[in-house]
């Protein structure tokens, strides 16, 4: 059986953090900004959030009874917090920057996409994951790491056996991310994915990691 899920926390994944989503002006307003925006739309399906204050609040609400039920987690991905002014400077200003960094193009804190772990099938130990982000993070290996990061957490602290995820096939750039992920390509599913049209379909194609499988090379830079 899967253990039970622990508080909510904060992760780290390289240089970025995951953390639950709060319920404010700033998180309201970067949300709304992911679900209007073209790329999410085009990939995303029937289901997605609307890009209004009611699917935000959907999403939002979603997430909290989630959390409740033990069925779903659901995190923001961030950059790093602003530096504590009190802390001491660091020892060598040449000491390289942590794996997986890459320069900010957001404030501190500020929200640069979402990962998702769930529904949670306590008895199979399996479990779904799905992942998005601003466009202003995109291209910086912040969906890769925040994917290694998750499935690592949901092993180890879950005890999952198996998390599966599904993309567009056209998503490209989801695909890609999986694959750096250690998630293995497992068949297409035809039609398997009406869009947020309500009308067009689009192929799926699966992916699968067991907490068997050997560590991926697309997530060394990325500690536990």
Do not use: K
Request: hydrophobic share 40%; glycine share 10%.
């Amino acid at each position: 059986m899967v253990r039970e899920l622990p508080e909510p926390s904060e992760l780290g994944a390289g240089h970025w953090r995951l953390r639950p989503w709060r319920d404010d002006p700033d998180e309201r307003a970067a949300l709304l900004r992911a679900f209007a925006d073209p790329l999410y739309r085009r990939w995303n399906t029937a289901s997605a959030p609307t890009p209004d204050q009611r699917g935000v609040q959907r999403f939002l609400d979603l997430a909290a009874r989630g959390r409740r039920e033990h069925t779903h987690v659901y995190w923001a991905v961030t950059e790093p917090p602003a530096p504590d002014a009190s802390a001491p400077p660091a020892s060598d200003a040449s000491e390289p920057s942590a794996p997986g960094a890459a320069p900010s193009v957001a404030g501190p804190g500020s929200v640069l996409g979402g990962i998702a772990l769930g529904p949670i099938n306590r008895t199979a130990r399996t479990a779904w994951i799905a992942y998005w982000l601003l466009p202003e993070a995109r291209g910086r290996g912040v969906a890769t790491g925040a994917l290694c990061r998750v499935a690592d957490w949901a092993f180890v602290e879950l005890g999952l056996h198996r998390i599966e995820l599904g993309h567009a096939a056209g998503n490209g750039a989801s695909c890609r991310v999986a694959l750096r992920a250690g998630f293995v390509g497992e068949g297409l599913s035809r039609e398997a994915m009406v869009a947020t049209d309500g009308a067009t379909r689009h192929d799926v194609h699966q992916h699968g990691r067991l907490a068997t499988d050997a560590p991926p090379a697309g997530c060394a830079g990325v500690p536990l």
